[in-house]
């Protein structure tokens, strides 16, 4: 009989300890996820391509004119240097513990060319920056990025 106790005592206290529940994400900030996609744009300016690297998810993926992945925005970042550029009406949104987004009108100038013969391109965009929180190290990284020429 006591041994039927004890085991139905370990029983429901291992269920309670189950059923406790972990507690739910905390919830990023608006000037958390501002602060990212500012620093996107400043670590692209300082040329830092490591670093460049290690602000996107292994499966970024980049829409504009084209489709393209991680590799193929860095050697674009290798040969065209972020001269200047400007965020202008910066919005936050949300969307999941772990998911936000960044919408914005963007001015920049890229030089593509070289110190004695510059090919500077000039570009006002919108863009939309998809941000998720990496399930083992927490850290904030840029999963894809879109860019839609600005209406005069």
Same mark, same amino acid.
């Given at each position: 009989?006591?041994?039927?106790?004890?085991? +139905?005592?370990?029983?429901? !206290?291992?269920?309670?300890? !189950?059923?406790?529940? !972990?507690?739910?994400?905390?919830?990023?900030?608006?000037? $958390?996820? @501002?602060?990212? $996609?500012?620093?996107?744009?400043? +670590?692209?300016?300082?040329?830092?391509?490591?670093?460049?690297?290690?602000?996107?998810?292994?499966?970024?993926?980049?829409?504009?004119?084209?489709?393209? !992945?991680?590799? +193929?925005?860095?050697?674009?970042?290798?040969?065209?240097?972020?001269?200047?550029? $400007?965020?202008?009406?910066?919005? @936050?949104?949300?969307?999941?513990?772990?998911?936000?987004?960044? /919408?914005?009108?963007?001015?920049?100038?890229?030089?593509?060319?070289?110190?004695?013969?510059?090919?500077?391109?000039?570009?006002?965009?919108?863009? @939309?920056?998809?941000? @998720?929180?990496?399930?083992?190290?927490?850290?904030?990284?840029?999963?894809?990025?879109?860019?839609?020429? /600005?209406?005069?």
């Amino acid at each position: 009989m006591r041994l039927l106790l004890l085991v +139905t005592a370990s029983l429901l !206290a291992s269920r309670a300890f !189950a059923q406790t529940p !972990a507690s739910p994400p905390q919830l990023p900030t608006s000037v $958390e996820i @501002v602060k990212l $996609e500012q620093n996107l744009w400043t +670590t692209m300016a300082e040329g830092d391509f490591a670093a460049v690297h290690s602000l996107f998810t292994p499966d970024f993926i980049q829409v504009d004119e084209h489709i393209q !992945a991680l590799d +193929t925005l860095l050697i674009t970042l290798k040969h065209c240097k972020l001269e200047s550029y $400007e965020l202008r009406d910066l919005q @936050v949104r949300i969307l999941t513990p772990d998911s936000a987004l960044t /919408a914005y009108h963007v001015v920049n100038t890229f030089n593509c060319g070289t110190a004695d013969k510059p090919s500077l391109m000039n570009n006002d965009n919108n863009s @939309v920056t998809v941000w @998720v929180r990496q399930p083992k190290s927490g850290s904030w990284l840029a999963q894809a990025h879109t860019e839609t020429p /600005a209406k005069p």
